[in-house]
């Protein structure tokens, strides 16, 4: 009988002690480990079998998903911005930095890549095969990812270099692939979750750039209002063009919004 009692007193006390997780990634847990493999553009598998998706930057994808399969076509420098990652990091020890999030709803890593003092998410966006896509909370270098772009556009390198900037009218032809739109902002509109800039008057048909809630701040510290702010005036933005209603582009930072007054080239 006290033997009995003994055992479930353990049982009782080891169910109450809360275990850390084996997924949970620590600081010290990737201060010091190896790249296997290169899934894309911004994407590594580690040497203990994780996927680490690099946060603040986005490039073309080198699979599209259809139903539930993926299936290898790759979108136009899609295959360019993978090899340059693997230029950087394949088989080499690199240390990951986090930020607020750490996992994505996929099980993936978020985080920095670094090689040695070569900020990797940086370095792909500085020589133009990534675009940023900061989103709060995570963006502790979104300032660091704005001047690169901001470099790599100047410099016309890679995505900057090869195409041209569309008009809004035609983003529709460009779905789920990373451009730049240009075209006037004609109204903006402020629902429960976000700010809508419309450059048509047909919301579920034409062009749209989405500031969610979340990223206000980013604007208000700025001495922006979005809502009122942009009404009027010929902008650019560049990112992943997504169909939800018509298409459109998510903004998180008044740096993804360029004030332009030029005409649309393609």
């Known amino acids: 009988m006290i033997r009995n009692l003994q055992a479930l007193l353990l049982i009782v006390l080891f169910a109450g002690c809360t275990l850390p997780s084996a997924s949970t990634p620590t600081e010290a847990d990737y201060g010091n480990i190896r790249v296997i493999e290169v899934i894309d553009g911004d994407t590594v598998k580690l040497a203990n079998g994780k996927l680490l998706r690099y ?7 080198t699979r599209l998903k259809k139903g539930n399969k993926f299936i290898y076509a790759p979108q136009p420098f899609a295959v360019e911005a993978k090899k340059v990652n693997e230029k950087l990091v394949i088989n080499k020890v690199i240390k990951i930095e986090f930020d607020v999030q750490k996992e994505d ?30 989103y709060p909370p995570n963006v502790k270098y979104a300032e660091v990812f704005l001047a690169a772009q901001k470099e790599a556009r100047q410099q016309r390198k890679g995505l900057w270099g090869a195409y041209e900037t569309i008009d809004a009218q035609k983003a529709s032809s460009y779905i789920n692939q990373i451009r730049t739109v240009r075209g006037k902002v004609l109204n903006a509109h402020k629902s429960k979750r976000c700010v809508l800039l419309n450059f048509g008057q047909d919301y579920k048909q034409d062009f749209t750039v989405v500031i969610f809630d979340n990223s206000f701040k980013s604007f208000y510290d700025r001495g922006i209002d979005p809502v009122t702010y942009y009404r009027g005036k010929t902008i650019e933005v560049s990112g992943r063009i997504r169909r939800y209603n018509g298409p459109e582009i998510i903004v998180n930072t008044p740096g993804d919004i360029v004030i332009s007054e030029e005409t649309p080239s393609e």
Do not use: H
């Open 55 to 61: 946060i603040g930057i986005d490039t073309p994808e």
């Open 105 to 134: 709803r996929y099980g993936r890593l978020l985080g920095y890549c670094f090689v040695g003092d070569t900020f990797i998410n940086a370095q792909l966006v500085k020589e133009g095969y990534a675009v940023i896509s900061t």
